[in-house]
């Protein structure tokens, strides 16, 4: 059987009456296709309609061949757990290894199966996905979360799947960890849909899978061709919505000149009656003429009009709302000459990384290095929640943090409450202003933060970090692009720029890390190393 993803007149509406997809096609052949969309646009209930997990409300899900997904959070616990255990082989190679020590017990032949060679397959697929050290019987405890994550990935690849679904799997991946996703997922001969915001990544697929507004659409290449697709459409539908805004007013012009004729007409013949110039029995006949033509005439301008507005209403449907954040932060200005932190022979509590750190002035750095080696801990010393194990650290300027997942101080509360609560003697009027910059314009900034979506949630924290008193002169990002869609990515990017201040930022989304403008990257060293970083 030939590996499919195939979706026919599908719709699948939730218990409360919204409705995610609406009357979707799609078929994927072999390849690896990524799957975008804004959060909330249904991608995960693409990835779930063809697990099983879901089932549609109309329509049809056919999967050509098996199926395994890699969700987001792939092994939620490992405690007491090896490395076989998360590959799931771990009873087969305990057979496996009791046949090689003479057993004859059918219990073990069964366990085994046709998988003879299990160990050598798991070993490949390990080696592959660049964990060339880590041991089948080593404690999965010990593993950093990428780690995981790619060995999560070794357990659905060595079950040979011909469907592999994955849902943001680059997310706490290293540059050289992606690097090996890529790698397998390239390898990989059958049908591969990768929901993901990882630029890089979408950069080298064969297709992308866009969800939007209840539809789903394929457009062949990779992201950059999808963008220049899309950057057409828009194009286009902004220059319909222009012709149909001058053809409403064209028409509404129209149909005051109609009215405008018709009235002079009804009062030209109002005084010919009263005038009597014509005999009473004409003058009715022709009054009632002329009342069925005038409103004929209006009417088809009415007409007219209400078709031009309908015209521009399905113009605007076609313009998507990608409205850029602007903003302006004066007071996060920090100046050049001032030492914003100084570091001597830290040395970090955990990992025992050793480094010396020295930033000035408003420097845009990015904090890189692969998984495990400090870079979050580092945060979290300069932030003063935890102490380092050695040498010294000073902090020069007001410091702000913007976690993995952003918390907000009331989730009951509204945005505006929320930001003044981080800035309360910042008069209401101001805040509403600034909130309005980060797209919660009007109602918007009264909307509860539980009900926030992922994009949403993360302005709404980017504005209690940023309008904060005292004015944050150092910004610390910790992966602010996990879980974010990539027109989120757009609105942290354009927020950014309004930035006066100092930033250190650890990511592993190269594109976004490009987009930001840094002066440069500085590379943790490896435990038990001290290097210079100034």
Not at 54 to 74: F, I, K, R
Request: charged content about 25%.
């Amino acid at each position: 059987m030939s590996a499919t993803l195939s979706l026919h007149h599908l719709t699948h509406t939730w218990p409360d009456g919204t409705t995610v997809l609406a009357h979707v096609d799609l078929d994927l052949g072999p390849g690896v296709h990524g799957l975008v969309g804004t959060n909330g646009s249904g991608k995960s209930t693409l990835l779930r309609l063809f697990t099983g997990d879901l089932t549609p409300t109309e329509g049809v899900v056919a999967v050509g061949g098996t199926v395994e997904l890699l969700p987001q959070d792939p092994v939620p616990s490992v405690r007491g757990l090896s490395v076989a255990h998360v590959l799931d082989v771990a009873d087969t190679l305990t057979a496996l290894r009791a046949v090689e020590a003479g057993s004859t017990d059918p219990r073990d032949f069964d366990a085994v199966g046709d998988d003879w060679d299990v160990e050598e397959r798991a070993r490949a697929w390990l080696d592959r996905l660049g964990l060339p050290r880590v041991g089948l019987d080593r404690d999965a405890a010990s593993l950093s979360g990428g780690e995981l994550v790619l060995l999560a990935l070794a357990a659905r690849l060595l079950r040979r799947p011909d469907v592999l679904l994955l849902d943001e799997p680059t997310n706490n991946l290293d540059r050289r960890a992606r690097a090996h996703l890529a790698e397998a997922l390239h390898g990989f001969g059958g049908v591969a849909l990768v929901a993901s915001h990882d630029r890089e990544l979408l950069e080298h697929v064969d297709s992308i899978v866009e969800v939007h507004a209840g539809t789903v659409r394929t457009v062949t290449g990779g992201f950059s061709v999808y963008e220049e697709v899309l950057d057409a459409e828009q194009d286009a539908a902004g220059r319909a919505v222009r012709d149909a805004r001058a053809d409403v007013r064209r028409q509404q012009r129209e149909l005051v000149e109609a009215r405008t004729k018709l009235d002079r007409r009804s009062r030209t013949a109002a005084k010919a009656e009263a005038e009597k110039r014509v005999p009473k029995i004409v003058a009715h006949g022709r009054r009632m003429q002329a009342q069925v033509s005038a409103g004929r005439l209006r009417g088809a301008h009415e007409d007219h009009v209400e078709q031009a507005r309908a015209r521009l209403d399905a113009a605007q449907e076609r313009v998507r709302d990608d409205r850029e954040v602007r903003l302006e932060l004066p007071a996060t200005a920090v100046p050049r000459s001032r030492d914003v932190v100084v570091a001597d022979g830290l040395v970090l509590p955990r990992v025992g990384t050793a480094l010396d750190l020295h930033l000035r002035g408003p420097e845009r750095v990015a904090l890189v290095g692969p998984n495990g080696s400090g870079k979050s801990t580092l945060l979290q010393v300069l932030l003063g929640e935890l102490a380092p194990k050695a040498g010294s650290v000073r902090v020069g300027v007001p410091v702000g943090h913007l976690a993995q997942r952003p918390a907000l101080p009331d989730e009951q509360a509204s945005v505006v409450d929320n930001v003044r609560r981080a800035a309360p003697d910042v008069p209401p009027q101001t805040a509403r202003a600034q909130l309005a910059r980060l797209l919660f314009r009007g109602r918007d900034a009264d909307r509860v933060v539980a009900t926030l979506s992922g994009g949403e949630r993360l302005r709404a924290a980017l504005a209690c970090v940023l309008l904060a008193e005292p004015a944050p002169q150092l910004l610390l990002l910790d992966e602010p692009t996990n879980d974010l869609d990539l027109v989120s990515v757009g609105h942290l990017v354009d927020a950014l720029r309004g930035y006066e201040g100092a930033l250190l930022v650890v990511s592993h989304d190269e594109r976004f890390l490009d987009d930001l403008g840094l002066d440069r990257r500085v590379e943790l060293p490896s435990p038990g190393e001290v290097v210079p970083l100034a």
